[in-house]
């Protein structure tokens, strides 16, 4: 054995192998119902009101289920899809982050759904900001309010079983699954009942190896890196809802200056159409919405009153005073605001 730089021979955790070994044999023991590796095999349909168990390939059941068994619910309600754009680096976080999201892009609480998000592939052109280069990805969030699917719920757990997902339509002929459990979404009692008896063998198993061969320093410094990798988890988390909040404010921003500016086009197009055929317009201006003409026209004075009849214009008013020229008409400046969103 080749020794360490400092002369210290380095530490082999020698029961690793045998205790991920022993977890592996234990779990083979248990009943295929308390397995979470295996997919619940039965399928509660929601129909006319009713509930309807079956098998998970649509076979009828040929015996009463057992006692804690897993159950798919498909409880006959439509759910809301949204599609949104993330980038790339929250896919490793993504129910925090669309948790975190979910008030804004529904109308409930994320503690009021239940709720799933599918990544469907890179995110389109128009979903990233021209001044970023930062690659995004297409998602799919399905919602459902957990007030409209409790009835059917309540009668599976009647039942003895413990639901496990909900399967919703997803609107293109297949199904979409919301998990009912998880770190954000709560865990049913009866399916934390069966965790319970799920893991107590291997917990006994576990607590006679620590107390014959494990030393308390081992447990100790595997919760310290666990609580470690989680602070650093909740970190990204926290950076990458605050990156989104940033982007959604310039977006905002982007969108009001846009609505506020009138286009000079418009202005232009409503010109043409107000000012008569004897104006002669020498130079235009628009400039922080307020629009400045300078011209001829054979009667200046009338040109205020037809304007401010436009809905485009408003405090239309003259800068100096109309001049009147020798060979005939008038010289004028004259100002108006301009109206956004005004019908053209």
């Known amino acids: 054995m080749t020794a360490s730089p400092l002369g210290v021979a380095p530490r082999i955790p020698v ?5 991920g070994w022993f977890k592996a044999e234990v779990a083979t023991w248990l009943p295929a119902a308390w397995r979470s590796d295996i997919p619940p095999a039965l399928l509660a349909v929601r129909e006319d009101g009713r509930i309807r168990l079956m098998r998970r390939d649509g076979a009828p059941l040929d015996r009463a289920p057992r006692r804690g068994s897993r159950v798919v619910v498909r409880p ?18 993504l129910r925090p982050i669309i948790a975190n999201q979910i008030d804004r892009r529904t109308p409930w609480p994320a503690d009021q759904v239940w709720f799933a998000a599918v ?29 409209a699917v409790e009835a059917p719920l309540d009668t599976v757990r009647a039942l003895r079983l413990v639901p496990t997902t909900l399967e919703v339509e997803d609107g293109e002929g297949g199904w979409v699954a919301l998990p009912l459990t998880g770190p954000l979404t709560g865990t049913a009692p009866d399916d934390a009942a069966a965790r319970t008896r799920r893991w107590l063998p291997v917990a006994a198993a576990l607590a006679l190896l620590a107390a014959l061969f494990g030393p308390p320093l081992w447990e100790r410094a595997a919760l310290t890196a666990a609580l ?23 977006s905002a921003y982007a969108e009001r200056r846009k609505s506020e500016t009138p286009a000079t086009t418009v202005v232009l197009e409503v010109l ?21 003409l300078v011209g001829q026209a054979a ?8 304007l401010s009849a436009s809905p485009h214009f408003a405090d239309v008013q003259f800068r100096s005073a109309v001049v009147r020229e020798p060979a005939g008409g008038d010289r004028f400046q004259l100002s108006a605001r301009v109206v956004p969103h005004a019908a053209p």
């Open 15 to 19: 029961f690793q192998p045998l205790i």
């Open 76 to 93: 006959g309600v439509k759910a809301l899809h949204r599609r949104c754009a993330l980038p790339v680096a929250a896919a490793a976080h």
């Open 119 to 147: 990544p469907l592939g890179p995110g389109t052109a128009s979903d990233r900001p021209s001044d970023r280069e930062e690659p995004m990805i297409d998602v799919r969030l399905t919602v459902v309010p957990r007030a």
């Open 228 to 250: 470690e990798e989680a602070g650093r988890a909740s970190g990204e988390v926290r950076r990458l809802a605050a990156a989104l909040e940033d982007r959604k404010a310039a």
């Open 272 to 292: 043409s159409r107000i000012l008569p055929d004897d104006v002669w317009l020498s130079e235009l201006h628009l400039d922080a919405g307020i629009v400045l």
């Open 299 to 306: 009667d200046a004075n009338r040109l205020p009153a037809l």
